[in-house]
Structures are given as C-alpha cells and as structure tokens.
Nanobody
Framework: QVQLVESGGGLVQPGGSLRLSCAAS????????MAWYRQAPGKQRELVAS???????GYADSVKGRFTISRNNAENTVYLQMNSLKPEDTAAYYC?????????????WGQGTQVTVSS
C-alpha cells in the first residue's frame, strides 16, 4: 500500500512563505498526476494546484502568481512553494496522486498538513 506523507506546514505571518513536501512511500507512476488540495473548516475540499508527468501545471485562481507546484519523479515527490501567504490560505493541505500502474488505477491521499496564516 502506497502512503503519501506531507510535511512543511506550520504557522506563518501574512506575507510569509512555506514549502510543502509530499513523498510517496511506494510505487506510483511517473506518468500520473499529482496535486495539492486544501480544506478550511466548514468548507469543501478544493483543488489548489496540479502537475502532470510532463510538468504541465494548473492552479486555482486564488493562488495563481503566489504558489508554485513542482515534482521530482525520480523521488516520487511533489512540492508546493507558497509565497505571499494570506489569512484565507489557512487550511489543511492534502497531497493527492492519481494514475495507472499497469492495469490498476490508483488514487492516493496524504493525511494532511496544517497551514495557518496569522499575525
């Protein structure tokens, strides 16, 4: 069973930066898509950013220009660099990996890491 382990969350002041990391403990396809989602209290989980195997990226409008997603296929790791953080970025951030290994589809989630933006 593959596990996704996130790290890098914490408390930061408005305008500050954090870098989240997510490492897969087992085999996932380098051709799969990896993404970051977030969920604030009382709100639905939302897609923050995604990255394809070829490096194509997509971002929620609310984070464009401030967040950057990247991945290291050799290490099965995805990152989220978050700059110019705002209080409304406060949420639990979850890593997601979807793809195919042979004929088997997978959809894995991490346990989440808390990001709190507050002065």
């Amino acid at each position: 069973q593959v596990q996704l382990v996130e790290s890098g969350g914490g408390l930061v002041q408005p305008g500050g930066s954090l870098r989240l990391s997510c490492a897969a403990s087992g085999s996932i396809s380098s051709r799969g898509v990896m993404a970051w989602y977030r969920q604030a209290p009382g709100k639905q989980r939302e897609l923050v950013a995604s990255i394809s195997s070829g490096g194509g990226t997509g971002y929620a409008d609310s984070v464009k220009g401030r967040f950057t997603i990247s991945r290291n296929n050799a290490e099965n790791t995805v990152y989220l660099q978050m700059n110019s953080l705002k209080p409304e970025d406060t949420a639990a951030y979850y890593c997601n990996a979807v793809g195919m290994l042979g004929l088997r589809a997978y959809d894995y989630w991490g346990q989440g890491t808390q990001v709190t933006v507050s002065s």
